[in-house]
């Protein structure tokens, strides 16, 4: 099995839905990518906290084996997101964003991180993912996430981030936006005309989108939940067990590994979103991942 880095946020998220509502509650993309793919192999995280940062939070990454060497500490308090979704759960709405000490994050990864193999930029400033992949030597296999802030301020950067990526995980609104196209579809082949080879598009309750320029489209549902408690964080998740499993095949993903990997984020992310911040994540065990897959197995056949 091949390491992980992962490159992101590491936050506090006071969130409210339709089942209630938590403060300050464990959050950040980094986070929720961690504990995800730490069920199939080993993850380095690069990130910033605040003095705020609970040591119980900093044990739960420990725990699962994940090395935090690369996480700083600075005096201050740690990024804190603040939102809540009304109606439709696949969109929060933000109340407050409080950058705190990740307003100057600067990453720079320990020498020991910087011949992962498999590498993921999850949704930071492009210029800061740029930095990130010249300290890495020779990946095997990179990916990224983004969002609309960064595709309308930080376009030329990111232009340069994904000529340099193989893969990328973003939603449909986000995939229209950088291509201008007007659905999911048709943006998943320009986007891969920008230079990676395979596009996901996270989809929500709605399941994924996977298109490689070599097999063109897979496409699936999300696993069936009859109640959704807090859909913060999911899309990490996805990216935390997509990644994960392929960094525990050891070798350069081909098109088929692409498309497993995808179901097994499916599954991680059908337990993120039953609990609160990263509550039901956490206790998420190998068994309780192949029992809900034999189910899905289930859901997704026709013969």
């Known amino acids: 099995m091949a390491d992980i880095l992962v490159v992101g946020s590491l936050a506090y998220d006071s969130i409210e839905t339709p089942s209630g509502k938590v403060d300050r509650a464990l959050g950040g993309s980094a986070n929720y990518f961690a504990l995800a793919s730490s069920l199939y192999t080993g993850v380095r995280v690069v990130g910033v906290v605040g003095d705020d940062y609970e040591a119980k939070d900093l044990e739960l990454l420990t725990s699962r084996n994940v090395d935090t060497t690369g996480m700083t500490v600075q005096k201050g308090k740690t990024f804190h997101w603040s939102g809540y979704y009304q109606g439709d759960l696949n969109e929060a709405v933000t109340r407050s ?4 000490v990740f307003e100057h994050f600067n990453p720079n990864l320990p020498q020991n991180y910087r011949d992962s ?6 949704n930071i400033s492009p210029d800061l993912q740029l930095k990130v992949l010249e300290q890495v030597t020779k990946p095997l296999f990179v990916g990224m996430d983004t969002m609309n802030f960064w595709i309308d301020s930080k376009l030329n950067d990111l232009k340069a981030v994904l ?11 986000e995939a229209m936006s950088l291509t201008g196209a007007h659905n999911g579809i048709a943006a998943a082949a320009k986007l891969c005309e920008m230079g990676p080879k395979a596009l996901v598009i996270k989809r929500g309750e709605y399941g994924f989108v996977l298109y490689t320029q070599a097999d063109g489209f897979f496409i699936l549902p999300a696993f069936p939940l009859p109640e959704v408690i807090d859909p913060t964080g999911a899309g990490d998740t996805f990216a935390g067990g997509f990644f994960g499993y392929l960094a525990s095949l050891n070798r350069a993903p081909v098109a088929q590994d692409l498309r497993e990997a995808c179901v097994k984020g499916t599954i991680l992310a ?9 509550r039901s994540l956490a206790k998420v065990t190998p068994r309780d991942i192949e029992t809900r897959l034999a189910a899905y197995r289930k859901v997704i056949s026709w013969h």
């Open 97 to 100: 964003t409080e950058l705190n």
């Open 163 to 173: 000529k340099k990526v193989d893969v990328v995980l973003i939603n449909e609104g």
């Open 117 to 122: 193999q498999f590498v993921f930029l999850a």
């Open 270 to 278: 059908s337990f993120t979103i039953q609990d609160f911040s990263v």
